[in-house]
């Protein structure tokens, strides 16, 4: 056990916090006759007062200290077994011991506390300067039996103490996300938003390579704008808010769709995208997230897909369910990355440096999710790669 002052105080803070402490000690002096008890911390070398019932004026509070080598539990505690006489000036083996010579004491009990893991606290220790009859087994049963149930509670108050620190680290780890999810969403929105106006106005420039710049820094804008709202929304699932949704109709969700697509087709003008739709008449979803979820589908077979075959974008609408699917070429994904494709902060083990935050397609499954849809994917060498979005057709 750690002898630092610091761990003395812990304990002693930890026996003050038990409140039946107190009256164990009440109860042992009435019912035995002795005018001294204690909790004692007892180590190889020290002894600390933790708790104490003084009726003769013995002169120890809490916290104080003997010499732990002038006492009796010591020795209890080397053997881990009861010290106990009744009327020392007569015991034979205790008539000539220093420790009831140099406290003038003649009856003492001192019974070990152990932790329910083993682990040796110290003593429930009674004194008084005359003989009184404390070695009868009921009154030694009776120590141990408190004794334990010290023990007990010593277990449960450090459990105790370890679930409230726990709950504070969490309030703080909160705290942090919302202060995270604060600057993500004020402080870097409004200098981005910013970049993207000047981004827009050099593309209406007419010198030569202005506008070329202009395209380049909207497009980096809008990224950058995409992974915050990946962040974001990262953030707010794991708060347990979840992925906010709000149903309304949408009359032209091609128009919508394709206007994603134009957004990521500028800033990657070597890559080619064939869109399909077969959507006729109004669809009730986000509006908002259909286009977040074919953003970041698209943005990943942009990254993966390779330039060889072209992107295929593939929208469609039934009685039951919205269908949006993104297919791509390029190497397949492997069987054993397919199962933690979905999972946060995931990315291949060949990703390039500097790609995404492996954040894209976690969001995309949590978009459907709320939904109530499904998402899947297949990827073979033949094939290719397709990610199918399914939401069921809002009534």
């Avoid at 008084?128 to 108050?157: C, H, K, W, Y």
């Avoid at 070597?270 to 959507?279: F, G, K, L, M």
Wanted: glycine share 8%.
């Amino acid at each position: 056990m750690d002898d630092s002052p610091d761990a003395i105080t812990r304990d002693i803070a930890a026996i003050s916090r038990i409140s039946s402490v107190p009256s164990l000690l009440r109860i042992v002096c009435d019912n035995t006759g002795m005018r001294f008890a204690a909790v004692a911390r007892v180590t190889d070398g020290t002894w600390t007062a933790c708790a104490v019932e003084d009726r003769i004026n013995f002169g120890l509070v809490a916290g104080g200290q003997l010499d732990v080598h002038t006492t009796l539990c010591k020795e209890a505690r080397a053997a881990r077994q009861p010290v106990v006489f009744d009327h020392a000036s007569c015991d034979p083996v205790y008539s000539s011991h220093h420790t009831p010579r140099l406290y003038n004491i003649e009856s003492y009990i001192s019974v070990p506390i152990v932790r329910p893991n083993g682990e040796y606290f110290g003593n429930l220790c009674a004194i008084d300067t005359r003989p009184n009859q404390v070695s009868d087994p009921r009154t030694v049963s009776m120590f141990q039996s408190f004794a334990e149930l010290i023990g007990r509670q010593l277990d449960d108050e450090q459990r105790r103490e370890e679930a409230e620190s726990a709950l504070l680290d969490a309030h703080a780890t909160a705290e942090l996300r919302e202060q995270f999810i604060a600057v993500l969403g004020h402080d870097l929105r409004n200098p981005l938003a910013s970049v993207g106006v000047i981004g827009e106005i050099l593309t209406r420039r007419t010198e030569e390579g202005i506008a070329g710049y202009g395209k380049r820094l909207r497009a980096n804008t809008q990224r950058m704008s995409r992974l915050i709202d990946d962040v974001l929304d990262f953030a707010r699932v794991r708060l347990g808010a979840g992925i906010a949704i709000h149903i309304e109709p949408v009359t032209d969700l091609p128009a919508a769709l394709h206007h994603v697509v134009a957004e990521l087709q500028d800033a990657h003008p070597r890559s080619a995208i064939v869109e399909r739709y077969q959507v006729a008449g109004p669809v009730e979803c986000d509006l908002g997230r259909v286009q977040q979820l074919l953003s970041n589908l698209l943005g990943n077979a942009l990254a993966y897909g390779g330039t060889a075959q072209p992107i295929i974008i593939e929208a469609a609408l039934d009685e039951r369910w919205l269908t949006v699917a993104v297919s791509n070429g390029g190497d397949p994904i492997t069987p054993a990355d397919l199962g933690k494709i979905f999972e946060p902060f995931w990315r291949p083990a060949d990703s390039a440096p500097g790609g995404g935050l492996g954040l894209g397609l976690h969001i995309c499954a949590q978009i459907v999710r709320a939904h109530g849809g499904t998402l899947q994917v297949s990827s073979s060498q033949e094939a290719g790669t397709c990610f199918t979005a399914k939401l069921p057709v809002r009534q």
